[in-house]
């Protein structure tokens, strides 16, 4: 691909002398020109050009950015994770700052703090909480089961069933019990009386 520098400017959204000054700054190239002098560039042009407004619309340097386009052209891996972690740090101190600032804003609208207090506040960040993660409820119990409808979920009272088991036991000794005869025999009940065998007397 080879654009102009009217077209490079229309793809990446950036004014043709910002384009001049980023290329002033190392950002960009020495574009290839033609016989007439005329600057042509490429894709690459394109997205570089797109990450330096993006770096810049987060607010970085233009000497963090020149870094960071040269750690990815030269293809260096290690020193972009360097640069990561570096980021990350100073992303956890600007979220540290955001919180003091609106503590720190609230103490002045509440005419409880001075100029002095304010700024010592947002330097070593008192008043930024940290966020607390929020505690889940317990899970349900798997093997508690919800009562039919109609019926009641209360637990039932334990001395109701003793007393109930109890006088169940004690009608259960009550009640006889027949006792297994052997094959032939009539059972035995409580009022029967054993048979006695008749002898004719000898004359």
């Known amino acids: ?13 950036v004014k043709i002398p910002t384009i001049r000054y980023y ?3 190392g950002l960009l190239p020495e574009p290839v020109r033609t016989g007439t002098g005329q600057r042509r560039y ?3 042009d394109v997205a570089r050009l797109r990450f330096v407004r993006f770096g810049r619309g987060l607010g970085m340097e233009i000497d963090g950015i020149r870094a960071l386009i040269e750690m990815v052209g030269d293809g260096n891996g290690e020193e972009i994770i360097v640069a990561a972690d570096a980021l990350g740090e100073r992303a956890e101190r600007m979220e540290v700052l955001c919180v ?5 804003s609230a103490a002045i609208i509440g005419g409880s703090i001075d100029e ?3 700024f010592d ?9 940290v966020a607390v993660p929020v505690e889940t409820p317990p899970a349900p119990n798997p093997d508690a089961t919800e009562a039919p409808q109609g019926q009641s979920s209360q637990p039932m009272d334990t001395t109701v069933v003793q007393e109930e088991a109890s006088t169940a036991v004690e009608l259960a000794a009550e009640e006889p019990t027949a006792k297994a005869a052997p094959e032939g025999d009539a059972p035995e009940t409580p009022l029967s009386k054993p048979k006695r065998k008749r002898t004719r007397a000898k004359l």
């Open 23 to 25: 290329e002033r700054q």
């Open 100 to 104: 003091s600032l609106r503590r720190v």
């Open 121 to 129: 506040r947002l330097i070593t960040g008192e008043g930024a909480e």
């Open 116 to 118: 002095a207090e304010a």
């Open 1 to 13: 691909m080879s654009i102009t520098i009217k077209e490079l400017s229309e793809r990446a959204g």
């Open 42 to 44: 490429g894709s690459v």
